[in-house]
């Protein structure tokens, strides 16, 4: 039976290690956290660091693995990357997996190789960014170089808060280096997000996705996704020119790749982020309902080196998802939809029960959970997730 080693035992990896099992493969996990739930559907736990790269190696020569996965996380893809170039096992580079996980570099690249990037400079104190914010032209995001789910970014229009913005990247940064850089405004309505998925080098499944956020909350941080894109024809083009070359140029020959990008008035594609992963919020499955295709499955069989189907069906309009949040801490009690949009509803998954600890939705990680919707129309979809927060009330105790 072929091994694979898969990197992270959270509720949303869960998936890629029961995919595994189905697929017949004997599955290992290593995760750092005591109380993950992915240990009790792997065939074997170890209790490593997904991101201490020579334990996780260890751990791979002694299981004699096949394949290695790290399932919708940035922290843990180097690390796969550098095991599976380490035992000669299908891998990106790991330069270029790299590259994609740290924010500063992710910068350079893009502007070595001919892509629009901001103005943009990682730093190493507070002090050092104070120095040098005068570079900038206002507004500037300021985040940490090495984490996804906007944890930690700030948007500062003046520099008040310049300091607390600062303070405040550094304390999500495992690596203790911060990244500032000039906001680009965009001229579409959402920001353009997704997954998209490459087999052979080359781009076979286009994910794009609108990104709705919440600015009661955070006007950074994703609340949900919607289907079709809402771009006209040629910036689609444009959107998906930019994401092929990209994996050209980093060699990107397999897997998903989470993405964001924007388009300013221009008409010029600024990508913002791009993962060598899957991407979270449950990305993947509203990708297959779109597509009627089992993406996780993909991506494990990829990661193990087996031969998939690269041939995607068009795309079904009208789907979305909305995460669950809460504008203030508490302790949960219930969910409440409204009537309207109950009938609309295909898919509920609440992460909290009652009496659980809830905090102010700051980042990705702190959502109760995610609901997806089937509209029948453009026009309806936008009407109920414009107005997402009169029709879903979250009850705290």
Not at 161 to 189: D, N, Q, T, Y
Request: charged share 25%.
């Amino acid at each position: 039976m072929k091994k694979i080693l898969l990197l992270g035992g959270s509720a949303q990896q869960v998936v890629a290690i029961e995919t595994a099992k189905r697929l017949g493969y004997y599955t290992v996990l290593c995760d750092f956290l005591t109380d993950n739930p992915g240990q009790y559907h792997a065939d074997n736990f170890y209790l490593v660091s997904t991101t201490d790269k020579e334990a996780i190696l260890k751990v791979a020569q002694e299981e004699k693995i096949d394949g290695i996965l790290a399932y919708a996380s940035d922290p843990a893809a180097p690390t796969a990357a550098y095991v599976a170039e380490k035992m000669s096992l299908k891998t990106n580079p790991y330069t270029s997996v790299e590259t994609l996980c740290n924010k500063d570099q992710f910068r350079r690249f893009l502007s070595e190789n001919g892509f629009n990037t901001p103005q943009a400079n990682g730093y190493s104190t507070v002090e050092e960014a104070k120095k040098d914010i005068n570079r900038y032209r206002l507004p500037v995001i300021i985040k940490p170089v090495d984490s996804s789910g906007s944890k930690g970014a700030t948007v500062l229009n003046g520099l008040d808060g310049l300091e607390e913005a600062l303070e405040f990247a550094f304390s999500f940064s495992r690596s203790k280096r911060i990244i500032v850089e000039e906001f680009i405004e965009k001229k579409h309505p959402y920001l353009i997000g997704g997954d998209i998925f490459v087999c052979d080098g080359k781009v076979v499944l286009w994910g794009l996705l609108n990104c709705h956020r919440d600015s009661n909350v955070n006007s950074l941080v994703p609340v949900g996704k919607s289907y079709p894109l809402e771009l006209e024809d040629e910036d689609i083009q444009r959107v998906k020119d930019t994401l092929q070359s990209m994996a050209d140029k980093l060699g990107i020959q397999f897997g998903a790749m989470n993405v964001e990008l924007i388009i300013d008035k221009s008409n010029r594609v600024w990508p913002i982020d791009v993962g060598p992963r899957n991407g979270g919020n449950m990305i993947p499955d509203l990708l297959g309902m779109i597509f009627d295709v089992d993406i996780v499955e993909m991506t494990v069989k990829s990661a193990m080196g087996e031969p998939i189907e690269c041939k995607i069906n068009d795309g079904k309009p009208f789907y979305a998802t909305h995460n669950l949040h809460s504008d203030k801490d508490g302790r949960f009690d219930c969910i409440e939809f409204s009537e309207d949009i109950e009938k609309y509803i295909i898919r509920k998954n609440v992460y909290k029960q009652p009496g659980d600890a809830v905090e102010f939705f700051d980042n990705a990680a702190k959502a109760l959970g995610i609901v997806f919707f089937k509209f029948d129309n453009q026009e309806e979809m936008n009407k109920y997730l414009q107005n997402i927060n009169n029709h879903i009330n979250i009850h705290l105790k």
